[in-house]
Every structure is written in C-alpha cells, then in structure tokens.
C-alpha cells in the first residue's frame, strides 16, 4: 500500500476520547480516536496525540488543551467536549457557546480540518426519570446549537447523533451507558473514517463487525474501579445538580399548570388515534451503508 503524505491527527476531549468503555487488557484504554488513527497510519506518514482528558468541559479544553493542540500544526483535529459541562452546578449556556466556537474557530484558522458530532437524548440512554431527562436534553441542545454554529462558521466534519437509531441500541453503550462500548467506539470511528473519504483522504474503517462483549464480571469490575470512584469524586456537583434540575422541572410545571387554570378545554369532536407500535431498531449498520451518516461541509469562503 503506498503511503501518503505526512499527516498530523489530534484528538481534544473527554472521556469518549480518552476512549473510555473500550478496554485493552494491561494498556489502558483504546477508543475511537485510536482506532481511526491506526487507520489513518495505513495510508499516511502519521503523527498522532490524543490530548483529551476524562471530566474535561469545553472551558478546561479550550485553556489545557487548546494551545497544545495549535503547536502540533495539525491537518485533522477532532473536538468532543460538553456532556461533563450538562452536569455541573456551574452550568453556563454563554460560555460553553464560547468556548465551543472559539476552540473550533482557532484549529480551523490554523489549518485543520475539524470533526464534530451533535449529541444524543442522553437521558433517554440513561433512563432518567422525566424530571431530570426534560432539563438535561435543553442543556444537551444548547451544546448542539453551539456546535451548529462552529460547523456552520467553519464547516469541517460532523456526526449528528440525534439522527442516529444506532445509539438507543443497547449494545453501543458500556455498562455506564454514558461511554461507548468497544462496538460504539468503532462505529464512531468508521464514521469519521467515511467523512474522511469525502473529503479526499485514503482511509479505511475499522471493522464493526467484530468485537468483544464484556463478561458480566468484567462489567461489575469497571463499575467497582471506575464508575463508583467516579461518582464519588463529583458527589458533590453531581447530586445538587440533579436535585435542582428535578426542583426547576416541578416548579416550571406548577408554574404552567397555574397559567392554564380557568381556561375550558375544547371539546374533542375526534375519536383519539391509537399508535401503531414500533417494532425493534435496526442492527447496527456496517461500514458499507455508513456513508450517508457523517455530515461534511467545506470550510466558509
């Protein structure tokens, strides 16, 4: 196989980055980025740093890893923070457009070519109760709107998960249901690979065809040595944050269950519609009829 040109890949961002849920006995963890990038080395002279750090918020990647990322001079650059900024006490809608915009903003000026995604319900893969899953998806649009307007400033590469079945599918996720599962880290990788390819880069996809299941044990193992001390650690933002989010949710509910007394309903004249059932989501789509899933812009004149 003939190499190409040099090519510089670096990866900022949190724990999906950090490649979280995708294990290797004795090395740590893999994960998409990683993956993409032993693709990417097939074809290329690669240098390749992953910068992302787990728990990192769009303001921590935009101050900690941001000028790192610049110094490398990088020919593809991948951006995934913000689902840790959801969960703090210190949300601020404001700032995480900022940070968000700016971030992608200055590796674009610098040259690269940066990839994205738009974030899924979370709350629906988490199985939250309505009272948190309802204010945690407007903090998860208000992520996405930001990343609308750095694509749309910028272009680049994207993946838009809200469109996406595959994600409600069980086996896409680790035992958190907040991480990707081996499965789910190559189907991100494969899709970044297709975004690639329609840009011009000679690349491949990691097979999404084979991989491996964790045992129930091994399952329990990474919630004992991950999940918990995890918990543990943002105890304290995590828990308030939920009990305000679940407080605002009532109080807006009262508030409109206040507005809309006295007011006479109109009498249905209809008889109700009974909704069909939907049968199972489909499997997970090969690398094959993943080319319609990455979404890709050229950058703004």
Do not use: K
């Not at 995604?117 to 998860?140: K, N, Q, Y």
């Not at 605002?248 to 006479?264: F, K």
């Not at 008889?271 to 993943?290: K, M, S």
């Amino acid at each position: 196989m003939t190499i190409e040109r040099p090519l510089c890949f670096v990866a900022l961002g949190d724990s999906t980055t950090v490649g979280i849920g995708d294990p290797i006995t004795g090395s740590g963890w893999r994960g998409w980025a990683r993956l993409l990038a032993a693709e990417l080395a097939r074809t290329h002279q690669l240098t390749y740093a992953n910068l992302s750090v787990s728990g990192a918020t769009c303001e921590s990647l935009r101050a900690d890893q941001l000028h790192a990322a610049l110094r490398a001079r990088p020919h593809i650059a991948s951006v995934i923070v913000g689902v840790n900024d959801t969960m703090r006490s210190t949300w601020d809608p404001a700032r995480v457009h900022d940070d968000i915009l700016s971030s992608v903003g200055a590796l674009t000026d610098a040259g690269a070519l940066v990839m994205t995604l738009r974030f899924h319900d979370h709350g629906r893969v988490l199985r939250l109760p309505a009272l948190l899953r309802r204010p945690l998806l407007r903090r998860i649009e208000a992520i996405n709107a930001a990343y609308d307007a750095a694509y749309a400033s910028h272009g680049g590469i994207r993946i838009d998960l809200t469109d996406e079945r595959v994600v409600h599918q069980r086996e896409f996720w680790s035992v958190d249901r907040l991480h990707p599962s081996e499965l789910g880290h190559r189907w991100l990788a494969c899709e970044f690979a297709v975004g690639l390819r329609a840009r011009g880069f000679r690349v491949g996809c990691p097979d999404i065809g084979t991989y491996t299941t964790p045992l129930p044990w091994q399952n329990a193992w990474w919630m004992v040595s991950e999940g918990i001390p995890w918990l543990g650690r943002r105890a304290n933002d995590v828990l308030p944050w939920a009990m305000r989010m679940a407080a605002t949710e009532v109080a807006s509910r009262v508030r409109g269950g206040r507005a809309e007394r006295g007011v006479r309903p109109a009498l249905r004249t209809e008889r109700p519609v009974r909704l069909a059932r939907t049968g199972t989501p489909p499997a997970v789509p090969t690398h094959q009829t993943a080319d319609t899933h990455a979404q890709v812009m050229s950058e703004s004149p």
